[in-house]
């Protein structure tokens, strides 16, 4: 007799991931633009190297391959393999199958075409891939043509002109803010690992679309209310979530479900892992997944973790609880000073960034934050 059981949260269909915009074989120019925008300028891949493009079930097949296609036209040997999707938030303990690792350990890029967050897997954690002779990069909820052909074909060059001039207004802050008119008002104080989405490096793993300013705080306190999350969606009722001294100390929703669900997925006490301020201005909203929005200039994220029984905050491998929320409309104050207003981000009206853009077309159109490549 069959016994079946519940498996571990997967992406894909739960997460609504086939119904977001289907390609068509006549949008292979444009998708083969933001491949190339990936291959070469993101990845940097070289002649003779070894790409695996990892897909899931749900995958476009014109993404993956497209990508796998770009790599070809480098020169570079390539092989794409088929995986089960990887779980929410990383909770499931013995992943990824030794199937990928296999594959994995061999190539020097990895392009992940995953619904969820490839380095979020145990054996494929940032920790693991850091220092290492791989260079990953991470598609999540953007391998889809609606994505790609949008913010994957924005120019690499002019999004390291943005992400440098945020690096530059938030290094050395003592503490950014996260306000939003549906009551989140929450303190990061003394953000560490200040970084941004850029061309890979050996040893090293980001984000294709590019996202945004990458930190995790010595503190946090103050609440938060999401727009959406990894485990509820789009929420029918708010949920309001209390941190004190970089721990959830409260849940508050208007429906008991939804605090049913954050419940259920703990591994130990949640904590603040990170935070982002997304950057790239051609990234989608509407009727766009949470992680391809979270890379839109102005949108704002975080994501908190277990500690599992320690109970102590520990960074440096995976906490089995990863629960992101998004804020698509935040205002973001640096030091007290305005950086976001309301999904505004003031650096791209930056007069030395308008003149920058002057190279790609009309600075306000090419920096206007919409999905339009003028």
């Not at 984000?207 to 990458?214: K, Q």
């Not at 930190?215 to 941190?243: K, Q, W």
Request: with cysteine; glycine share 10%.
């Amino acid at each position: 007799m069959h016994s079946a059981r519940p498996d571990v949260p997967l992406s894909g269909v739960a997460a609504g991931y086939p119904g977001h915009h289907i390609s068509a074989p006549a949008m292979l120019p444009q998708l083969m633009e933001a491949a190339t925008n990936c291959v070469r300028d993101f990845c940097r891949v070289q002649p003779g190297e070894k790409v695996l493009v990892v897909a899931e079930p749900d995958t476009d097949p014109l993404v993956a391959a497209s990508m796998a296609s770009a790599a070809k036209l480098a020169h570079a040997e390539v092989a794409t393999i088929t995986v089960n999707s990887f779980s929410a938030g990383g909770c499931e303990r013995n992943s990824p199958g030794e199937m990928l690792m296999g594959a994995y350990q061999q190539a020097d890029v990895i392009i992940a075409c995953t619904y969820f967050e490839f380095a979020h897997a145990a054996k494929t954690f940032f920790s693991k891939i850091f220092g290492s002779r791989q260079r990953v990069c991470s598609i999540l909820m953007g391998a889809t043509p609606g994505c790609l052909v949008t913010s994957g074909r924005f120019p690499m060059g002019l999004y390291m002109e943005i992400a440098q001039r945020a690096l530059e207004r938030m290094r050395g802050c003592r503490e950014i803010r996260y306000v939003t008119d549906s009551g989140t008002d929450l303190t990061f104080e003394g953000p560490q690992g200040l970084g941004v989405s850029e061309p890979l490096k050996t040893g090293t793993w980001s984000i294709f679309p590019p996202m945004g300013i990458n930190f995790y705080p010595d503190n946090s306190n103050g609440v938060f209310v999401f727009d959406e999350s990894t485990l509820h969606g789009r929420p029918l009722a708010p949920v309001r979530i209390t941190m004190r001294d970089n721990f959830v100390a409260g849940v508050d929703a208007d429906s008991m479900a939804d605090a049913a669900i954050v419940d259920a997925f703990a591994n130990g006490r949640y904590y603040m892992r990170h935070a982002v301020v997304g950057l790239n201005p051609k990234v989608r909203m509407v009727h766009a997944p949470q992680f391809e929005r979270e890379r839109a200039a102005g949108t704002a994220y975080l994501g908190v973790d277990g500690t599992g029984e320690s109970g102590k905050i520990d960074r440096s491998g995976p906490g089995f609880a990863h629960l992101d929320v998004i804020f698509d409309t935040p205002t973001v104050y640096v030091d007290g000073k305005l950086f976001v207003d309301r999904r505004r981000l003031l650096l791209l009206e930056d007069p030395d960034l308008l003149k920058a853009a002057e190279r790609y077309g009309d600075p306000k159109r090419i920096l206007a934050q919409n999905p339009f490549i003028w």
